[in-house]
């Protein structure tokens, strides 16, 4: 309707750029996700799925206060059981991380009672109990989850730790390989794994099984202990004294640990290195006179 032309220039011009320049500034809160939920709460203070994300974010960034208090204010609003769920989970988590397991067991129970197949809320009650020592209860639990999921390879594994634990070793197998099967290259399993052959005294399995967790989890001082350890046992002593000069330099505080350097001087007496096999030993003797180990060995070592 505006007849001069000029005008329309100007004013189209100074609309594209006010609308530019909210467009940049919006941009900018989609860089910082908690940012962008926090200005989104600002015109829309009621959108459930708002305060649910914002939680989300707040969560998934460490702040669980916040998150809490986001997941409590949609606990009140919300009355469909699916939604429902969703904030009473949310809630579980926090109290979880802050520490509060009996409120998060309050809350993770609410969320079986709303969503009986809800795999989060199983697989973290079975967490909690394990940590209080009731393990019977966690393993019930995890089974639980594991129908619902089965293919959850953390799960496996803390169903395969529980066995393992009880030393029932057979089903420990069983499920650190199917773990593997999902997940193969998780060094931790592979470790797992190990262990339990090496308890099953079958040592080229176990050294198999140490090497692949040693392949995708070089820096584990675990999986390098053993892999010395088990070296030692089949008689390859170069090896071992490799993967424990490896766990010294990883982590130096090895070196003061007296049944590591018990076992380093086993192998260092192996090679024909017996003076620095008995320096050690008397090393441990100084720190622990009472040690039997290196007493053994080192009367042993001595009386050749």
């Not at 079986?112 to 394990?130: G, M, R």
Request: charged residues 30%; aromatic residues 14%.
């Amino acid at each position: 309707r505006i007849k001069k032309e000029k005008l329309k220039i100007i004013l189209t011009t100074l609309i594209f750029l006010l609308y530019g320049t909210r467009t940049i500034l919006r941009n900018y809160d989609w860089n910082d996700e908690i940012k962008f939920y926090k200005k989104s709460l600002k015109y829309f203070p009621d959108s459930k799925r708002i305060i649910h994300n914002y939680g989300v974010m707040l969560m998934m960034n460490g702040k669980y206060k916040e998150a809490l208090s986001e997941f409590k204010k949609l606990e009140k609003v919300i009355s469909n059981r699916e939604e429902l769920s969703k904030a009473t989970i949310g809630i579980g988590k926090c109290y979880f991380m802050l520490g509060n397991y009996e409120e998060s067991m309050k809350y993770y129970n609410k969320t079986i009672e709303l969503d009986p197949l809800n795999f989060d809320a199983l697989t973290s009650l079975a967490l909690i109990y394990e940590r209080r020592g009731d393990i019977e209860k966690s393993l019930n639990y995890l089974l639980k989850a594991y129908k619902i999921n089965p293919y959850s390879s953390p799960t496996l594994y803390l169903i395969g730790k529980i066995y393992f634990d009880k030393k029932q070793y057979d089903i420990a197998e069983r499920i650190f390989i199917k773990a593997i099967e999902i997940e193969p290259e998780e060094g931790i399993y592979w470790n797992k794994l190990g262990m339990i052959y090496y308890n099953k005294s079958e040592f080229d399995k176990s050294l198999y099984c140490f090497e692949n967790a040693y392949k995708f989890n070089n820096k584990d001082l675990a999986i390098i202990l053993n892999l010395a350890r088990n070296y030692q046992k089949v008689g390859r002593h170069n090896h071992a004294i490799f993967y424990f000069n490896k766990a010294f330099q990883i982590n130096p505080e090895t070196k003061e640990n007296i049944y590591i350097l018990n076992d380093y001087a086993i192998s260092l007496n192996e090679i024909g290195e017996k003076e620095k096999a008995i320096e050690i030993l008397n090393k441990i003797l100084k720190t622990d006179p009472d040690f039997q180990p290196a007493k053994i060995n080192l009367k042993i070592i001595t009386s050749k």
